[in-house]
């Protein structure tokens, strides 16, 4: 699956304001961060389980 940076844009957007943090990342592993999140996210819609996306804010 390809994840376009305009697919990401609104995801990018938000995650400063949910995640500080990301602030002090290169733009690169935000984008990487954002399409994990993604993934993940939409795992957690399918199975209706959030451990995916815990795991991957743990990590």
Same mark, same amino acid.
């Given at each position: 699956?390809?994840?376009?940076?305009? +697919?990401?844009?609104?995801?990018?957007?938000? &995650?400063?304001? #949910?995640?500080?943090? *990301?602030? $002090? !990342?290169?733009?690169? +592993?935000?984008?990487?961060?954002?399409?994990? &999140?993604?993934? #993940?996210?939409?795992? *957690?819609? $399918? !199975?209706?389980?959030?451990?995916?996306?815990?795991?991957?804010?743990?990590?």
């Amino acid at each position: 699956m390809s994840h376009g940076l305009g +697919d990401m844009e609104p995801l990018l957007g938000l &995650l400063p304001k #949910a995640f500080p943090w *990301v602030r $002090s !990342l290169p733009e690169a +592993d935000v984008h990487t961060f954002a399409v994990e &999140l993604n993934d #993940a996210m939409r795992a *957690v819609a $399918s !199975l209706s389980d959030s451990a995916a996306v815990a795991q991957l804010l743990i990590a």
